[in-house]
């Protein structure tokens, strides 16, 4: 579900923020969001969002920097972070399908559409192929319900899709 | 920042405006129709034939009609362009100046749009939501004006009760009640919160909201906030709204810049900050204590309640928690006065409500109709009943907290009481349209699902009672199941009602409960042998 | 300390305001069936069995969280609770993989006991029989997921008694399990300070000593109960 999210607030630059032994620039951005909250332990959910924007998904390790960062027991990152729908602890495709399974779009057919991608896929719902290439996921309402049935490639909202149409598109990207 | 320069932007932008404006549908729907290439080849064709001096054109939030988007209009003329594709601009350009367009021009005359009372949505698609000063010309925060300096918090609590404005997330809470209870509760810090994580499937009217007038919200709460007392307020928007985020964030940083937000807002001793707080996708989030639990950083699991959030709630302080459409009504109570407010609608149900149209409907979108309105008109009036002939089988409002109401129902008119009293609820304003080939089994089975998926897991009913209920669905449209199997349904769905803990577990074997009450032959048609009229007394069908 | 008077099941009743209507039946005598609610930790209502009828409501109440009021009037026992108590458990033991006759807890078992006195002597439901790993790389302590009622007294005895937060739940819905620390093997959680608390506070055989077999594991409530007075009212003699 991460990858509809494309318009959130970039972090800001780390002016000063310490760096990770890794040398990963990446965890000075963590550490810029983090330092923007304060190190207060309410942030862990924005703090989560982030590191997942800036890392693709939350590895145990990063999981672990957050908690050491923010004070929070570790079960209780862990707890957050496998509650939500949006975070994802294992690596997602290259690619991502996310079909809206929202009730507009139920009713406008868009079960067909995700089984017209896991039969050409070979991939079921919630999981990613096995070449990495594809990640096929739902989501249970994008408020796109005028358009039904919506589906998400990349990121990009698209209406009125048939199996056909998907199956089209995503064709391309198994190559 | 004072009322005199409030005017003065109000003046500019007005003055600024040019004769002929092309309004360009830029919300979410519309977008993902090549809205925005739409908008880039009006823009290249105005700058193609000079017209830049006369002709300006604005993108602007949601026009209504998802259905035959991406839309533009057309001012003053007021015509009106659907499906509009990118090529077809030129062409809409050079006929500004009369003759006709290569592009399909839409009735607005129809029922879709004359039916229609816009409050809430007096803005969308008018003006442009990235644009602070496009709200103060259409009046934007002259309200929270007039409210931080003629009238006190009282005065505000006051008014809101006469308006008998009621909560617009789904239980018709009085909303100046609310406002009173966390107005009178004494403490040093209290916050107000929106309540923008619109999880049921199926609604769109919140985000639609904050995609095309954004600032109507911070207004709204800027108002509550003085009234009750709080002056750090946060907005709990779903995840999956990235534009609505987007837009949010460009409204709240425009209005700091400006002094309406921040210390001491329009000159006065009120000082109110909003901050944003993002879902990370999980409906139970909806829910008041889960939602207070979400922006504290934690799971998100409701709590039984008392204490209501009013009383303790963020961080332990008195929280007032609104939906987004209850605050969206709150600056036009206090500029048109809530009697003007309280005459439209029904004794206890008034103003307006927004609806999302969708489904097995010719005209999908959004629309706002004042409340008593029936269903029959916004369905087969407005919406152009189902595509293709076909007949409405159901109509499903309020997700799936809501129920099903059946074609013979449709002469309800949408209040709060009616609703409840056909076995639905108003809910947050989703209404999907079902026609015959749709099975209620199926449709029942697929709430289930969502329920069962989105249980936080804390009580038992909900989590293992959504669990068994989707299995025996699973049975009865598998046509595995017995006569026994069905009784056992009815049992668990109304053990579950009673006595899980928080409204996601109270609520969610209503679809069951009102499709078993309206749609019994769909039931017994998968039902091996028929032995015994059903609860309801219904009977049985025979082979 | 201002007190309160209501009825239970008819019996008068006087109670402290801050009491709940769960301890103040328990002073009068009367037993309402609890399972989430451990004594000295806090109440968080999700079991449901506790709840009651209140003359004047329409809303079942859950005892364990309801304050007292004056004249209130609170049924614990009618057929219509009955029958939701029972489909509870019902719930519970088609859940999970309840199986008294191999579990350390047998004839120590909470969940068995309310099964016995609230009559459920079969289950209306389809089991799930779900796939739960049992954990056993603590050196003294186990814990079997197929046995857990998801209560949470584990994770609310390790935050606020011991105050290590090792347990906290992981997941969400059906698919909840307990978990400590990163969901590492309870062996490797390095908060945990093997205090043994969780294993007083488990309702079930989910947590169990290492080294019990069938039907040995009991437990001694008071200890908990020991440790809440010592550290609130620095009282050392219960």
Redesign the interface.
Known sequence: ?ES??????KPRAAGGAKQHPSGDNRFKMLEATMKRHQY???????V??TAQELFGYLE?DL??YV?HSLK?????????A??????SLKPKGLHTCVVC????????GAANVVTAIETMAGVRSGETTGDGKLSLLT??????????P?VVLDG?????QTPDTVTQLVKGWLE | MELSDLQDIARKERESQKPIRVRCCTAAGCLSSQGQAVKSALDEAVAANGLEDRVQVIGVGCMGLCSEGPLVQVDPAGTLYERVEPRQCASIVAALDGGDADANVGDTTRPFFTRQVAVVLENSGRIDPERIESYIAADGYHALHTVLHDMTPAQVVETIIAAGLRGRGGAGYPTGLKWATVAKTEADRKFVVVNADEGDPGAFMDRSVLESDPHRILEGMAIAAYAVGASQGYVYVRGEYPLAISRLQTAIRQARRMGLLGTQVFESPFNFRVDIRIGAGAFVCGEETALIRSIEGHRGVPRPRPPYPAASGLFGCPTLINNVETYANIAPILRKGAEWFASIGTEKSKGTKVFALAGKITNTGLIEVPMGTPLRTIVEEMGGGVPDGGTVKAVQTGGPSGGCIPQSALDTPVDYESLAQVGSIMGSGGMIVMDEQDNMVEVARFFMEFCMDESCGKCVPCRAGTVQIHRLLTKIRDRRATDEDLATLRTLCEMVKQTSLCGLGQSAPNPVLSTLRYFPEDYRALIGAPSEPSANGAAPRTA | MAVRTLTIDGKPVSALEEQTVLDAARDAGIEIPTLCHLDGATDVGACRLCLVEVVGTNRLLPACVTRVAEGMQVVTTSERLREYRRMILELLFAERNHVCSVCVANGHCELQDLAIAQGMDHVRFDYLFPKHLVDVSHPRFGVDHNRCVLCTRCVRVCDEIEGAHTWDVAGRGSRATVITDMNVPWGSATSCTSCGKCVQACPTGAIFRRGSTVAEMDRDRTRLDFIVTAREKKQWIG
């Open positions: 579900m509809t999210v494309v318009a959130r607030e207060q332990a309410d942030a862990l959910i924005e989560l969002h145990e999981l672990i908690a929070v027991p570790p079960s209780r990152v862990f707890g957050v496998t509650f939500y729908h949006f975070f399974m929202g009730t507009a779009c139920y009713v406008k989501a249970r309402c994008l408020g796109a319900c005028g358009i039904a919506a990009a909202v698209t209406g009125r």
